[in-house]
Nanobody, 116 residues
Framework: QVRLVESGGGLVQPGGSLRLSCAGSGIAFSIYGGRWYRQAPGKQRELVANIWSTGNTKYADSVKGRFSISRDNAKNMVYLQMNSLKPEDTAVYYC??????????WGQGTQVTVSS
């Protein structure tokens, strides 16, 4: 059974940092890669960062240079380091693994609130 569990969200002031973690079980990030999505109130869920099995990464333009996705294969974890946070980064952040041809696994999400 596949399970993804996010942690690390919280309330942070603008300009601050947070590190989100995603623990995977029943599926290997080293094989399928991992993604972070976010969904703000009233908005569609958007892809924030992607790390492939090769280790290559890609970011949404809105977070480029501020966020960094990484992976620990031994622990089967994916991380999202978020720096220089802005109020518009406020959202529920979800960990995701896509398994070909067309199946997605999701975590329960973790709330990130950026506010003074």
């Amino acid at each position: 059974q596949v399970r993804l569990v996010e942690s690390g969200g919280g309330l942070v002031q603008p300009g601050g940092s947070l590190r989100l973690s995603c623990a995977g079980s029943g599926i290997a990030f080293s094989i399928y890669g991992g993604r972070w999505y976010r969904q703000a109130p009233g908005k569609q869920r958007e892809l924030v960062a992607n790390i492939w099995s090769t280790g290559n990464t890609k970011y949404a333009d809105s977070v480029k240079g501020r966020f960094s996705i990484s992976r620990d294969n031994a622990k089967n974890m994916v991380y999202l380091q978020m720096n220089s946070l802005k109020p518009e980064d406020t959202a529920v952040y979800y960990c995701n693994v896509a398994v070909p041809p067309n199946y997605d696994y999701w975590g329960q999400g973790t709330q990130v609130t950026v506010s003074s």
